[in-house]
């Protein structure tokens, strides 16, 4: 039980890593590594270390994985939690690379807009691999620990699910335009269902999945199924649809 305060680095101040340097800096010493935004702050002294770098998509729509690298060659050794978006094959190739080093990983599900609100109120912390107590201790939160693989494909499968109910709302939007029924009220009643929800269903001009995560997501999981022989017709139409869509 670690229940002292400790000297965390963050790895990447974007809107994620903003969010956990506002929500651990009342309980612990918190410091930044950003040297693009100006902070160069030193692994040395370090209790801990959370990733929270861009992976960002290459052409074939698979994430980019120098950035994650890079933190933990440099990072003593120490806990290390991955926060940023990788691969399934992306976290083999990590405990290929560093067999000895204590890497967790815990996908993350803020949304930019809230990021730390959403953290502020995380009431359960899904995570993965070596020193999964050390961190419920850091966040002082409940956690529940399964296989990292296992959290990185829910990651994707949770975006990509949310993206396709995106796609199928903007379709059933033009079928009411078509049919000059009127949109809300059909979305409403169809939304009742508590299974369905309403989420993700409401139309702007702006139509279509965009932002952070979804266009990303939704690639880098069909590049895996692609690679593992498996065909995700359904999300692959989705994306032909919404690039469409958002160009017209």
Not at 72 to 91: F, H, Q, R
Not at 128 to 151: H, M, S, Y
């Amino acid at each position: 039980m670690y229940n002292y305060s400790m000297k965390i680095l963050i790895a990447g101040y974007g809107f994620v890593g903003r969010a956990h340097y506002e929500v651990l800096k009342f309980k612990h010493d918190v410091v930044i590594n950003d040297p693009a935004l100006g902070y160069t702050n030193s692994y040395d002294d370090v209790d801990a270390v959370i990733v929270c770098v861009s992976t960002p998509p290459r052409a074939d729509g698979s994430c980019h994985m120098d950035n994650v690298y890079e933190v933990i060659e440099a990072a003593p050794d120490v806990p290390v939690l991955i926060k940023s978006t990788i691969s399934v094959e992306g976290w083999d190739m990590l405990v290929d690379a560093f067999p000895d080093r204590m890497l967790t990983f815990s996908p993350e599900f803020l949304r930019a807009a809230s990021a730390v609100e959403d953290l502020q109120n995380m009431r359960l912390m899904l995570i993965g691999g070596t020193k999964t107590c050390f961190w419920k201790d850091v966040f002082q939160v409940n956690i529940e620990i399964a296989e990292p693989r296992e959290l990185i494909l829910a990651k994707y499968a949770r975006n990509s699910f949310l993206a396709l109910k995106v796609a199928y709302f903007n379709q059933l939007y033009d079928l009411c335009d078509a049919l000059d029924v009127e949109y809300s009220a059909v979305a409403h009643y169809t939304t009742m269902d508590e299974r369905i929800g309403d989420s993700h269903t409401f139309i702007t001009d702006d139509r279509g999945f965009g932002g952070h995560c979804f266009p990303k997501d939704t690639n880098a999981l069909i590049r895996t199924a692609q690679r593992n022989n498996v065909e995700l017709s359904i999300l692959q139409e989705a994306i032909k649809y919404n690039n469409l869509i958002r160009k017209s």
